[in-house]
């Protein structure tokens, strides 16, 4: 109905970040799209809904640096 679009403005931008970053995102990097004026529980509730939809996958990993970090994968999209 939408294409790429879920309907839900921070959930697509979640996705069209991490549609450019094929290792996946982590939380901070997120919160940083945002500059950090989006509630946690609104980030939640967006990465959930993307999760939901097949679009990303919740990996524990490490980040840039090498930290413990929650990493959000993208997953192969079917037409």
């Known amino acids: 109905m939408?294409?790429?679009?879920?309907?839900?403005p921070t959930a697509?931008?979640?996705w069209a970040l991490a549609r450019?970053?094929?290792?996946?995102?982590?939380r901070t990097e997120v919160r940083d799209l945002f500059s950090r004026n989006k509630?946690?529980?609104?980030?939640d509730r967006a990465l959930t809904?993307?999760?939901?939809?097949?679009?990303?996958?919740?990996?524990?990993g490490h980040d840039r640096t090498g930290r413990p970090a929650e990493i959000w994968i993208p997953l192969p999209q079917t037409a």
């Open 2 to 8: 939408f294409g790429e679009s879920l309907g839900d």
């Open 12 to 14: 697509d931008d979640i």
């Open 20 to 26: 450019e970053r094929a290792y996946g995102i982590s």
């Open 39 to 43: 509630k946690a529980r609104e980030i």
């Open 49 to 60: 809904a993307l999760v939901d939809a097949g679009r990303l996958k919740r990996h524990h």
